[in-house]
């Protein structure tokens, strides 16, 4: 049995790790700012050991690392800025180094080792950068777009009218995964860290165009949904790093081997588009 240390326990990617590797017979710590919050306690009642810590209390790292014999590493930009992203990474990669751990998984971004130009793609590649020269055994496990953003956001917002605003062209495919896919391979890898260490893994499990995106939330919808595409200007009105992202969407696009990772990883669940999309509660989501 492994204990493994998961940031980011009570996000998307952590939380799907988490219960992937509490189901194989696992020990899960789970790493937290908020070990009071509802989802702390769902991890708990789950029976994962929940610890605070903080990327920016290195003593909290420390603590929280000591005695792990794994880590599974994820940092994110949003809400605070792409330096604190790498300055934060850069301290739990530090953090693992010095509790010696045998393998640290770190989750990424698809194409973000390409100099995509992407803000927050570019600080996911200073931390990948700085764990390939800590020393530890490393992989880095690099998901395409998420799945389950479309169940939430601008995107609940459309399909409240009908319609599936998406700022990419009808029929450029994207490559997708859900949280789900991301949590059941991490806990794959850190179950076999000798057949993964020193591998960088682009990860999805469907690709589709806004038009089928579309066309498949409608028939989960049960009813009809169309895609329309705002301009990158309103994009870049909110943000420049999505903005720029989906322009890198567009062109050149975001390819995976789907297939490839199927073939050869078929003890992994995989979910098409279709699948995700049938498993969600529609009705609660859209308030209906």
């Given at each position: 049995m492994?204990?493994?240390?998961?940031?980011?326990?009570?996000?998307?990617q952590g939380g799907a790790t988490a219960r992937a590797l509490l189901g194989a017979g696992h020990h899960v710590r789970a790493l937290t700012r908020?070990?009071?919050?509802?989802a702390a306690e769902a991890l708990r009642r789950l029976g994962a050991e929940v610890r605070r810590a903080d990327f920016d209390d290195p003593a909290s790292l420390v603590a929280a690392l000591a005695g792990a014999d794994a880590l599974f590493a994820v940092t994110t930009p949003f809400g605070t800025g792409t330096g604190t992203e790498v300055r934060q990474g850069t301290a739990l990669v530090d953090a693992a180094a010095g509790a010696r751990l045998g393998h640290v998984v770190l989750t990424s971004a698809a194409h973000a080792d390409r100099g995509t130009g992407v803000p927050h793609f570019e600080s996911k590649r200073a931390v990948e950068q700085h764990l390939r020269a800590s020393g530890l055994p490393w992989t880095v496990i690099a998901p395409a777009a998420f799945m389950d953003n479309y169940a939430?956001?601008?995107?609940?917002?459309?399909?409240?009218?009908?319609?599936f605003a998406w700022p990419m062209p009808a029929d450029r495919p994207l490559a997708l995964i859900p949280a789900a896919d991301i949590g059941a391979f991490a806990a794959l890898v850190l179950q076999r860290p000798d057949d993964f260490a020193g591998r960088r893994i682009d990860?999805?499990?469907?690709?589709?165009?806004?038009?089928?995106?579309?066309?498949?939330l409608g028939t989960a919808l049960g009813r009809p949904v169309a895609h329309a595409q705002p301009p990158l200007s309103q994009v870049r009105a909110h943000s420049a790093d999505l903005a720029a992202m989906f322009a890198y969407f567009t062109d050149p696009g975001l390819d995976v081997d789907v297939?490839?990772?199927?073939?050869?990883?078929?003890?992994?669940?995989?979910?098409?588009?279709?699948?995700?999309a049938g498993e969600q509660d529609w009705t609660a989501l859209l308030g209906r």
């Open positions: 492994l204990t493994v240390a998961v940031t980011g326990a009570t996000g998307a908020h070990p009071g919050s509802p939430g956001g601008w995107t609940l917002d459309g399909l409240r009218t009908g319609v990860l999805a499990s469907d690709t589709c165009t806004p038009a089928q995106i579309a066309a498949t297939t490839g990772l199927r073939d050869a990883h078929p003890e992994i669940a995989w979910h098409t588009f279709a699948d995700w």
